[in-house]
């Protein structure tokens, strides 16, 4: 289906296809959101400019890490410039590491002479943190410990969460919920590496946010406004409550009849074998195969945000309106 690619480092991972000309519209406008081209210009160059930047890239060169784990340097100014504009009182961040993003918005908030960070990492690794100069750590809050345990007992209303702890669609997702829950209104959800997975779209399409992406290269970095809370709550009713004991409960739908119709209309029209498969790794979803005899033609799916989805000739699909339910009947058809 046109919506979707092949991600590059993984092969069997299918993820959101964004044209260049919508990731340059997404940017857009988020700059004249915030910015006017010369302000956000004025911010990026007082950050290149002071002591710290040029301590903190000087410290990054002689050290012998993994430079992928890295927020790259263009984000990095991005995040500089939105806390020294929006001025925070309070940001809760997942995932610390070495501590390149931690160091930039404690950086900001003493440009701002206000602020606090609160950080959560499991703190597995003893170079945690070692890119913060000790200047700075005085409005550093570090919490040892997962995500999925300690946000929950953060029970005050922030200005802005920032996501880059363990990039799976859960961890992802659930704490961009958390986030919807505890960011004050008008306030924003930033999620690095967003192309680990779909759950940053999926996120923002279920819960009628909008979203825009910071340019820069990797697996990209976006950012979700929190606004219309009344009409995200008609969207979230759409989605079935959480079962314990699953490994990804946001993909439970009670709305799947498109995806019967359709595994129908391949017996009726195509003489096709439809068999209902109850699948135990999702342990919620049930299915429906596709086959001509022994052989599995396709996988017919619910798919979170969509009318169904489901696998064909090993690719992932969603979709979502009548023309693509006929283009990929065409393609079944087709073979």
Known sequence: MSIYQNCGWKKDRILYKLSDKEKENRYQQLLNKYFTQESFDKYNQELMDSKFWKEYVTLKRAQDVDKRLNINDYEFAFIYALIRKLKPATVVETGVHYGASTSVILYAMKQNKKGKLISIDVCKYDNVGMYIPSNLKSRWKLIEGKSSEILPTLNKK???????????????????????????EGGLILADDIGCNNSFFDFAHNYNLPWYLVKGIGYGFGVIEKVNPKKAQKIIKRIAKPIKNTWNPILARDNFEDGIKFA??????LSFDVVSDFTKR???NEEYLVKDGKTLICRIAPRNGARFGGYFKGKSFRVLNKKEEEELMQEIKNG
């Open 158 to 184: 922030f200005d802005m969460f920032f996501h880059d702890s363990l990039h799976s669609y859960k961890n992802m997702y659930d704490e961009m919920v958390w986030a919807l829950d505890n960011v004050k």
């Open 282 to 284: 999702k342990g919620i």
């Open 264 to 269: 129908e209309r391949c017996r009726k029209e």
